[in-house]
């Protein structure tokens, strides 16, 4: 009969380091610009920004296009100012959000690190308890042959 080399338990701690929450580390390592980048991101990408920016244009366009003349601040069919502040913000968000959406993937590059080093010792440990359930039947299948033995009559 042979017996299988069964990791214990404290051999798997040994083996694997100590789960722990990614999402605290990778908060403690953010500096306020990046913060602050994140939560432009966050932001910038939701359907309130865009209703915002879409009321903003609805607004504006229709204000200086229906309003009257002297009342108007920039003139249709131009709207010259409107468009200014358009790729402003187009050009100061672009950035913004490149630098949000790195570090976002940054935080999903530690999750999946981190995944994987659970999966890995999940992985040894149901190991472990496969080896140990093959050990218990092998055992269990030579108590059973020597009872049989002891049962059969002389």
């Keep these: 009969m042979k017996h299988l080399e069964i990791l214990s338990t404290e051999d798997i701690k040994k083996k694997f380091a100590q789960a722990h929450n990614i999402n605290v580390e ?28 879409f009321m903003w244009t609805v607004l504006w366009l ?29 050009i100061f968000l672009m950035p913004l959000i490149m630098i949000g959406q790195n570090l976002q993937s940054k935080h999903a590059e530690l999750r999946a690190e981190e995944d994987f080093q659970i999966n890995k ?15 218990q039947n092998e055992l269990i299948l030579e108590i059973l042959k020597r ?8």
């Design 26 to 53: 990778h908060k403690k390592d953010l500096t306020v610009l990046d913060k602050l980048a994140l939560w432009i991101t966050d932001h910038v990408g939701s359907m309130n920004f865009f209703f915002l920016i």
């Design 62 to 90: 229709g204000w200086n296009t229906l309003a009257p003349d002297s009342l108007r601040f920039d003139p249709y069919p131009a709207f010259v100012l409107w468009l200014f502040i358009s790729n402003m913000i187009q």
């Design 121 to 135: 010792k999940s992985e040894t440990e149901v190991e472990t308890i496969l080896k140990h359930l093959e050990n």
């Design 147 to 154: 009872i049989e033995r002891l049962e059969k009559p002389a």
